[in-house]
Nanobody, 123 residues
Framework: QVHLAESGGGLVQPGDSLRLSCAASGRTVSFVGMGWFRQTAGEEREFVAAMDTTGRRAWYGDSVKGRFTVTRDNAKNTGYLQMNSLNAEDTAVYYC????????????????WGQGTQVTVSD
């Protein structure tokens, strides 16, 4: 069994930064990477960012390139999403993901999801 524990969401103002964390536990050795999706009400879950297990390669959704950075600490089995220059369009529930395939933007590549953490960007 695998468990993903997310933290770090909250309410921030436009232009602020926020860092999300995702701690993985259990049988995670077979996964090929860790990443993040986000979802707003009535919309499909959108790919945000992903990193392979080596930590040397990362991929980003077009809407967050240059503002968000995904990293991981393999010793802690934890992934992070640093979000800078946040704007109202970034408001969503953010989900941590463990991948079983390396098609990073495809939700069907995800084997396990975190419970989600709300990020709200508002004045």
């Amino acid at each position: 069994q695998v468990h993903l524990a997310e933290s770090g969401g909250g309410l921030v103002q436009p232009g602020d930064s926020l860092r999300l964390s995702c701690a993985a536990s259990g049988r995670t050795v077979s996964f090929v990477g860790m990443g993040w999706f986000r979802q707003t009400a009535g919309e499909e879950r959108e790919f945000v960012a992903a990193m392979d297990t080596t930590g040397r390669r990362a991929w980003y959704g077009d809407s967050v390139k240059g503002r968000f950075t995904v990293t991981r600490d393999n010793a802690k089995n934890t992934g992070y999403l640093q979000m800078n220059s946040l704007n109202a369009e970034d408001t969503a529930v953010y989900y941590c993901a463990l991948y079983i395939r390396g098609i990073w933007s495809d939700r069907r590549s995800v084997g396990y999801w975190g419970q989600g953490t709300q990020v709200t960007v508002s004045d």
